[in-house]
Protein backbone atom coordinates (compact mmCIF):
# COMPACT_ATOMS: atom_id res chain seq x y z
CA UNK A 1 0.00 0.00 0.00
CA UNK A 2 3.17 2.19 0.87
CA UNK A 3 4.22 1.64 -2.57
CA UNK A 4 1.17 2.08 -4.69
CA UNK A 5 0.81 5.76 -2.56
CA UNK A 6 4.55 6.31 -3.25
CA UNK A 7 4.20 5.96 -6.94
CA UNK A 8 0.77 7.55 -7.10
CA UNK A 9 2.13 10.56 -5.72
CA UNK A 10 4.96 10.40 -7.83
CA UNK A 11 2.21 10.18 -11.10
CA UNK A 12 0.59 13.49 -9.71
CA UNK A 13 3.30 15.36 -9.11
CA UNK A 14 4.26 14.36 -13.19
CA UNK A 15 0.46 15.51 -14.34
CA UNK A 16 0.96 18.46 -12.53
CA UNK A 17 3.99 19.62 -14.22
CA UNK A 18 2.15 18.36 -17.50
CA UNK A 19 -0.77 20.36 -17.35
CA UNK A 20 1.04 23.42 -16.90
CA UNK A 21 0.99 24.99 -20.75
CA UNK A 22 3.48 27.00 -21.87
CA UNK A 23 3.43 30.64 -21.39
CA UNK A 24 3.55 32.81 -24.53
CA UNK A 25 5.83 36.82 -24.31
CA UNK A 26 5.76 39.08 -26.79
CA UNK A 27 9.02 41.24 -26.13
CA UNK A 28 10.32 44.40 -26.86
CA UNK A 29 14.17 43.76 -26.84
CA UNK A 30 14.96 46.01 -24.82
CA UNK A 31 15.26 43.13 -21.55
CA UNK A 32 16.24 40.70 -24.13
CA UNK A 33 19.28 39.34 -21.83
CA UNK A 34 17.63 39.46 -18.67
CA UNK A 35 14.05 38.25 -19.52
CA UNK A 36 15.71 35.20 -21.29
CA UNK A 37 17.59 34.37 -18.00
CA UNK A 38 14.13 34.55 -16.04
CA UNK A 39 12.24 32.71 -18.35
CA UNK A 40 15.02 29.47 -17.53
CA UNK A 41 14.88 30.51 -14.11
CA UNK A 42 11.26 30.57 -14.03
CA UNK A 43 11.41 27.10 -16.23
CA UNK A 44 13.67 25.68 -13.51
CA UNK A 45 11.43 27.35 -10.76
CA UNK A 46 7.83 26.06 -11.19
CA UNK A 47 8.21 24.12 -14.76
CA UNK A 48 6.58 26.25 -16.79
CA UNK A 49 8.11 26.77 -20.13
CA UNK A 50 8.13 30.09 -21.24
CA UNK A 51 8.13 31.15 -25.23
CA UNK A 52 9.65 34.34 -25.75
CA UNK A 53 9.07 36.32 -28.97
CA UNK A 54 11.51 39.23 -29.39
CA UNK A 55 11.35 42.64 -31.94
CA UNK A 56 10.49 46.33 -31.82
CA UNK A 57 7.77 46.56 -29.28
CA UNK A 58 5.41 47.87 -31.64
CA UNK A 59 6.05 44.93 -34.30
CA UNK A 60 5.86 42.26 -31.47
CA UNK A 61 2.25 44.02 -30.76
CA UNK A 62 1.30 43.91 -34.37
CA UNK A 63 1.94 39.99 -34.56
CA UNK A 64 0.16 39.58 -30.89
CA UNK A 65 -3.16 41.54 -32.68
CA UNK A 66 -3.06 40.01 -35.86
CA UNK A 67 -2.33 36.27 -33.72
CA UNK A 68 -4.83 36.71 -31.58
CA UNK A 69 -2.73 34.92 -29.06
CA UNK A 70 0.09 35.29 -26.21
CA UNK A 71 -0.11 35.46 -22.63
CA UNK A 72 1.82 38.70 -21.90
CA UNK A 73 2.81 41.54 -23.47
CA UNK A 74 6.02 43.04 -22.20
CA UNK A 75 7.35 45.95 -24.10
CA UNK A 76 10.61 48.03 -23.75
CA UNK A 77 9.05 51.38 -22.52
CA UNK A 78 5.68 52.68 -21.66
CA UNK A 79 4.88 54.44 -25.41
CA UNK A 80 3.40 50.89 -26.79
CA UNK A 81 1.80 49.84 -23.21
CA UNK A 82 -0.60 53.05 -23.50
CA UNK A 83 -1.15 51.84 -27.09
CA UNK A 84 -2.07 48.48 -25.68
CA UNK A 85 -3.95 49.78 -23.26
CA UNK A 86 -5.92 51.97 -25.27
CA UNK A 87 -6.49 49.17 -27.77
CA UNK A 88 -7.56 47.11 -25.56
CA UNK A 89 -4.71 44.26 -26.11
CA UNK A 90 -3.91 43.76 -22.68
CA UNK A 91 -5.34 43.45 -18.87
CA UNK A 92 -4.54 47.55 -17.71
CA UNK A 93 -4.78 46.51 -14.25
CA UNK A 94 -2.57 43.35 -14.25
CA UNK A 95 0.24 46.22 -15.56
CA UNK A 96 3.81 46.02 -13.72
CA UNK A 97 6.74 48.04 -14.06
CA UNK A 98 9.86 45.87 -13.71
CA UNK A 99 12.81 47.85 -14.42
CA UNK A 100 14.03 51.38 -15.13
CA UNK A 101 16.19 52.35 -18.57
CA UNK A 102 18.28 55.60 -19.48
CA UNK A 103 19.45 57.34 -23.06
CA UNK A 104 22.72 57.14 -24.14
CA UNK A 105 25.53 56.95 -27.18
CA UNK A 106 26.50 53.71 -27.29
CA UNK A 107 30.20 53.35 -29.65
CA UNK A 108 32.49 50.53 -30.02
CA UNK A 109 34.91 49.58 -26.53
CA UNK A 110 37.87 51.82 -26.56
CA UNK A 111 35.99 54.69 -28.47
CA UNK A 112 37.68 54.91 -31.09
CA UNK A 113 36.11 57.61 -33.12
CA UNK A 114 36.67 59.91 -29.89
CA UNK A 115 32.85 60.38 -29.49
CA UNK A 116 32.47 62.43 -26.28
CA UNK A 117 29.11 64.24 -26.79
CA UNK A 118 25.87 64.40 -29.05
CA UNK A 119 27.02 67.15 -31.41
CA UNK A 120 30.02 64.82 -32.01
CA UNK A 121 27.69 62.37 -34.17
CA UNK A 122 27.45 65.28 -36.84
CA UNK A 123 31.28 65.02 -37.45
CA UNK A 124 31.20 64.28 -41.40
CA UNK A 125 31.74 60.83 -42.50
CA UNK A 126 30.56 59.15 -39.36
CA UNK A 127 28.18 56.30 -39.27
CA UNK A 128 25.22 56.57 -37.32
CA UNK A 129 22.45 53.80 -36.70
CA UNK A 130 19.33 54.61 -34.66
CA UNK A 131 16.17 51.99 -34.00
CA UNK A 132 13.45 52.85 -36.56
CA UNK A 133 11.32 54.79 -34.29
CA UNK A 134 7.94 53.30 -36.54
CA UNK A 135 8.10 50.28 -34.33
CA UNK A 136 11.41 50.22 -31.49
CA UNK A 137 10.72 52.61 -28.45
CA UNK A 138 14.58 53.34 -28.26
CA UNK A 139 14.25 54.81 -31.86
CA UNK A 140 11.41 56.92 -30.85
CA UNK A 141 12.86 58.25 -27.75
CA UNK A 142 16.10 59.02 -30.13
CA UNK A 143 14.23 61.05 -32.49
CA UNK A 144 12.72 62.93 -29.30
CA UNK A 145 16.00 63.72 -28.06
CA UNK A 146 17.61 65.03 -31.78
CA UNK A 147 14.10 67.05 -31.96
CA UNK A 148 14.76 68.66 -28.66
CA UNK A 149 18.54 68.94 -28.58
CA UNK A 150 19.59 70.32 -32.40
CA UNK A 151 18.92 72.75 -35.12
CA UNK A 152 16.91 72.07 -37.97
CA UNK A 153 20.39 72.26 -39.64
CA UNK A 154 21.77 69.85 -37.09
CA UNK A 155 19.27 67.21 -37.60
CA UNK A 156 20.09 67.52 -41.35
CA UNK A 157 23.91 66.98 -40.47
CA UNK A 158 22.96 64.08 -38.15
CA UNK A 159 20.78 62.39 -41.23
CA UNK A 160 23.71 62.35 -43.49
CA UNK A 161 25.71 60.05 -40.88
CA UNK A 162 23.01 58.21 -40.50
CA UNK A 163 23.34 55.05 -42.16
CA UNK A 164 20.21 52.58 -41.16
CA UNK A 165 17.19 51.98 -39.32
CA UNK A 166 17.76 48.41 -37.51
CA UNK A 167 14.75 46.99 -36.38
CA UNK A 168 14.60 46.62 -32.42
CA UNK A 169 17.15 46.84 -29.57
CA UNK A 170 19.05 43.80 -29.79
CA UNK A 171 19.67 45.08 -33.70
CA UNK A 172 20.59 48.53 -32.25
CA UNK A 173 23.50 46.72 -30.23
CA UNK A 174 24.57 44.52 -32.18
CA UNK A 175 25.29 47.23 -34.92
CA UNK A 176 28.34 48.35 -32.63
CA UNK A 177 29.15 44.66 -31.47
CA UNK A 178 29.63 44.00 -35.28
CA UNK A 179 31.48 47.26 -36.32
CA UNK A 180 28.75 48.09 -38.63
CA UNK A 181 28.39 51.66 -37.19
CA UNK A 182 30.62 54.16 -35.53
CA UNK A 183 27.94 55.29 -32.96
CA UNK A 184 23.71 54.83 -32.23
CA UNK A 185 21.89 56.04 -29.57
CA UNK A 186 20.61 53.66 -27.44
CA UNK A 187 19.96 52.26 -23.75
CA UNK A 188 22.88 52.66 -21.23
CA UNK A 189 22.73 49.04 -20.54
CA UNK A 190 23.87 47.71 -23.77
CA UNK A 191 27.05 47.94 -22.75
CA UNK A 192 26.01 45.27 -20.05
CA UNK A 193 25.14 43.21 -22.77
CA UNK A 194 28.03 43.08 -24.15
CA UNK A 195 30.75 44.69 -21.92
CA UNK A 196 33.89 43.39 -24.43
CA UNK A 197 32.52 45.66 -27.51
CA UNK A 198 30.27 48.21 -26.21
CA UNK A 199 31.00 51.36 -24.35
CA UNK A 200 28.54 54.12 -23.33
CA UNK A 201 28.78 57.53 -22.75
CA UNK A 202 26.48 59.64 -21.30
CA UNK A 203 24.18 62.44 -23.13
CA UNK A 204 24.43 65.33 -20.83
CA UNK A 205 21.70 65.68 -18.39
CA UNK A 206 19.42 68.48 -20.03
CA UNK A 207 19.37 66.27 -23.66
CA UNK A 208 18.02 63.46 -21.88
CA UNK A 209 14.30 63.63 -21.71
CA UNK A 210 12.51 61.21 -19.85
CA UNK A 211 12.98 57.86 -17.83
CA UNK A 212 11.73 55.14 -19.73
CA UNK A 213 10.49 51.76 -17.95
CA UNK A 214 9.72 48.24 -19.02
CA UNK A 215 6.33 47.66 -18.07
CA UNK A 216 4.21 43.84 -18.43
CA UNK A 217 0.52 43.29 -18.08
CA UNK A 218 -1.68 39.71 -18.97
CA UNK A 219 -2.62 39.92 -22.47
CA UNK A 220 -6.56 39.90 -22.79
CA UNK A 221 -5.71 36.90 -25.31
CA UNK A 222 -4.51 34.85 -22.47
CA UNK A 223 -6.49 31.31 -21.79
CA UNK A 224 -4.18 30.72 -19.00
CA UNK A 225 -4.13 34.64 -16.97
CA UNK A 226 -3.42 33.22 -13.25
CA UNK A 227 -0.31 31.31 -14.86
CA UNK A 228 0.64 34.49 -16.85
CA UNK A 229 0.59 37.01 -13.40
CA UNK A 230 2.71 34.00 -12.05
CA UNK A 231 5.81 34.83 -14.15
CA UNK A 232 4.83 38.94 -13.79
CA UNK A 233 4.83 38.37 -9.88
CA UNK A 234 8.24 36.15 -10.63
CA UNK A 235 10.08 39.23 -12.09
CA UNK A 236 8.91 42.07 -9.66
CA UNK A 237 10.31 39.36 -6.91
CA UNK A 238 13.81 39.38 -5.66
CA UNK A 239 15.32 36.62 -7.49
CA UNK A 240 13.45 38.20 -11.04
CA UNK A 241 15.02 41.69 -9.60
CA UNK A 242 18.27 39.96 -9.02
CA UNK A 243 18.90 38.80 -12.24
CA UNK A 244 17.83 42.59 -14.34
CA UNK A 245 20.72 43.80 -11.35
CA UNK A 246 23.09 41.82 -13.35
CA UNK A 247 22.68 44.03 -16.48
CA UNK A 248 22.62 46.87 -14.61
CA UNK A 249 18.95 47.83 -14.99
CA UNK A 250 17.80 50.37 -12.63
CA UNK A 251 15.48 49.19 -9.94
CA UNK A 252 13.27 52.13 -9.64
CA UNK A 253 13.18 56.21 -11.24
CA UNK A 254 14.80 57.75 -8.53
CA UNK A 255 18.27 54.99 -9.50
CA UNK A 256 17.99 56.46 -12.90
CA UNK A 257 17.68 60.27 -12.70
CA UNK A 258 20.72 60.08 -9.95
CA UNK A 259 22.55 58.20 -13.20
CA UNK A 260 21.71 61.67 -14.82
CA UNK A 261 22.05 64.31 -12.31
CA UNK A 262 18.27 65.11 -12.82
CA UNK A 263 14.90 64.78 -11.91
CA UNK A 264 13.48 64.09 -15.44
CA UNK A 265 9.53 62.78 -16.46
CA UNK A 266 8.90 59.28 -16.15
CA UNK A 267 6.78 56.83 -19.08
CA UNK A 268 4.65 58.51 -20.90
CA UNK A 269 4.50 59.03 -25.18
CA UNK A 270 6.25 60.43 -27.89
CA UNK A 271 4.69 60.98 -31.12
CA UNK A 272 7.41 61.01 -33.96
CA UNK A 273 7.28 63.33 -36.52
CA UNK A 274 6.07 61.86 -39.62
CA UNK A 275 9.69 63.05 -41.70
CA UNK A 276 11.47 60.46 -39.15
CA UNK A 277 9.50 57.81 -40.34
CA UNK A 278 11.49 57.06 -42.96
CA UNK A 279 14.91 57.19 -43.82
CA UNK A 280 16.20 59.30 -45.76
Known sequence: MRTTSLLSGVFLSLFSCLSQADLLVYAGAASQPPTEDAALAFEEKTGIHVD??????????????????????FPGSSDYMEKAKRDGDVIADTEQRVVYLVNAINVPAGNPKQIQTLRDLLKPGLRVAIANPDGVCVGAYAIEILEQSFSEDERGAFRDNLVNYVGSCAKTASAISLGAVDAVIGWRVFENWDPERIETVPLKSEQVQRIGYIPIAVSRYSKQPDTAQRFIDFLLSDEGQAIFQRYEYFPNASAAADWIGAEKPVGGEYVVPRDWLTPQ
Request: aromatic residues 14%; proline residues 0%; glycine residues 18%.
Open 52 to 73: LIFGGSGFVLSQMKLAKQGDLY
